[in-house]
């Protein structure tokens, strides 16, 4: 669980990262930026900050910020139905970011450089010292469908009164 | 038709303008920059310059880049078999916009704002005085599909030696 004051600073904090990337967000962006700490209280270590920009039935764009050394931890998109799972693609803007991907192992991305994780495989990915700034370019996100490794997560941030 | 020279010098502008927006790009993916003139060969009035990201059978990414009063010229994205036409959503990060939507007018895009074009609708648009960066998040490109109003548009740039 985040209180609401945790969830503020680190969306103050995302924003921050993002203008010094150069990226421009709407005021009404700004103010709806996504904390997830994955149901474990521990954002500085275990979380993600995130804007969606668009997310429709066949596409979806986002700007991930990730803290210095913050981890999103380990899952994948499994199949919906006749669709495949959830196809992405990470592209760092800004730091560096460790992702590392079943079968393929530690894959180091800094500022340009891009991977594309398959549907229903395995991933996680930390920021490196700097914190980091990554592009998403993906199908569909169903975030609620996501199958983590770790028994104890759970997608939706609680957030206190 | 274009000559290589005229080619690379617009790469270089596009450059440019990709790292005044703060946009990285790899050295492979700064010399694939594609200069498009629609074979009309009036590339300052009538064209775009593309980096193109990624392009599977789900996803496409792209970076459009325009010099100042610069147009794509009208165009749609017609359905594919079963598959409905490609869907975009442009999101301008540097610059001005005028998109002109079927249906929809005009629509004055400004950094930080975005338009989701449907399939299957014709627009246009062009590039403010200070030309413009805009990131591009669709369903899969097939450039050779579009169909432009203009009958004497060709969409691949013809370049002498």
Not at 26 to 38: G, K, L, S, Y
Not at 39 to 48: A, D, F, K
Not at 149 to 159: E, G, M, S
Request: one cysteine or more; hydrophobic letters at 40%.
């Amino acid at each position: 669980m985040l209180s609401q004051a945790e969830v503020e600073a680190a969306r103050e904090r995302a924003a921050a990262l993002l203008a010094e990337a150069g990226i421009v967000l709407t005021p009404a962006e700004r103010d709806a930026i996504e904390v997830a700490d994955f149901g474990l209280g521990r954002l500085e270590e275990i979380g993600l900050q995130i804007v969606v920009y668009v997310n429709t039935d066949r596409v979806c764009a986002k700007e991930l910020v990730m803290f210095p050394g913050q981890t999103c931890p380990e899952h994948r998109h499994p199949a919906v139905g006749d669709e495949p799972g959830k196809e992405e693609t990470f592209r760092v803007r800004r730091g560096v970011v460790h992702l590392h991907v079943e079968g393929q192992g530690e894959i180091v991305l800094r500022p340009g450089e891009q991977f594309t994780v398959p549907p229903d495989t395995l991933h996680w990915f930390q920021a490196g010292d700097e914190g980091a700034v990554v592009s998403e370019f993906s199908t569909k996100s169903r975030d609620e469908l996501d199958v983590f490794t770790d028994p104890q997560i759970a997608r939706a941030t609680i957030v206190s009164e």
